[in-house]
T-cell receptor, first 113, second 115 residues
Framework: QQQVKQSPQSLIVQKGGISIINCAYE??????FPWYQQFPGKGPALLIA?????SEKKEGRFTISFNKSAKQFSLHIMDSQPGDSATYFC????????????FGTGTRLQVTL | DVKVTQSSRYLVKRTGEKVFLECVQD?????MFWYRQDPGLGLRLIYF???????EKGDIPEGYSVSREKKERFSLILESASTNQTSMYLC??????????????FGPGTRLTVL
């Protein structure tokens, strides 16, 4: 049972363009939504996270948009750079109960010159 | 600097062998996790532990067991390796409780091939 659905599976964006990755969740008890970034040969690392009391969070070129009623959230990478080429995972957590994250299936982003 | 280390980056084993994957964290974290990563399937949780000698099954525990005798060390054991256990294995740790649970720190992974 996949509780967090992520799309697209892969994405190619030109340098300077906007990369958009979408996630949808089912469990309304989730109240923390992080995004992880993974470079080849490395483990994932936390990139940015949001709680459902806000609709948007921005850190530099990375923005999370959150739609609570639709149970969807997305990652926007503005002015995408070749160094952003990586695999991105969305995740969700119910902070009131278990400490385990539920991950999406990942999006492989390639930013071309 | 926060660090999670895994005993091997690459491992090749034969079908039926008993395999041990070791993970050590130096952050005094209560929670530790083992995932496997496969293309198109993302990160799937095998087992996690929230304290020494405590363990809980994740989403795909079949064919695996774990051991946590010390707070900093979490071992994944494949009792009898099979070819469908060929995968990338990732260890992670996090603080206990809502405040720390969302940020997991990952090791570099062990790519296991079972022949």
């Amino acid at each position: 049972q996949q509780q967090v659905k992520q799309s697209p599976q892969s994405l190619i964006v030109q340098k300077g363009g906007i990369s958009i990755i979408n996630c949808a969740y089912e469990n309304t008890a989730f109240d923390y939504f992080p995004w992880y970034q993974q470079f080849p040969g490395k483990g994932p690392a936390l990139l940015i996270a949001i709680r459902p009391d806000v609709s948007e969070k921005k850190e530099g070129r990375f923005t999370i948009s959150f739609n609570k009623s639709a149970k969807q959230f997305s990652l926007h990478i503005m002015d995408s750079q070749p160094g952003d080429s990586a695999t991105y995972f969305c995740a969700a957590l119910n902070t009131g109960t278990a400490s385990k994250l539920t991950f999406g299936t990942g999006t492989r982003l390639q930013v071309t010159l | 600097d926060v660090k999670v280390t895994q005993s091997s980056r690459y491992l090749v084993k034969r079908t039926g062998e008993k395999v041990f994957l070791e993970c050590v964290q130096d952050m005094d974290h209560e929670n530790m996790f083992w995932y496997r990563q496969d293309p198109g399937l993302g990160l799937r949780l095998i087992y996690f532990s929230y304290d020494v000698k405590m363990k809980e099954k994740g989403d795909i525990p079949e064919g695996y067991s774990v051991s946590r005798e010390k707070k900093e060390r979490f071992s994944l054991i494949l009792e009898s390796a099979s070819t469908n256990q060929t995968s990338m294995y990732l260890c992670a740790s996090s603080l206990y409780g809502p405040g720390g649970a969302g940020e997991q720190f990952f090791g570099p992974g062990t790519r296991l091939t079972v022949l």
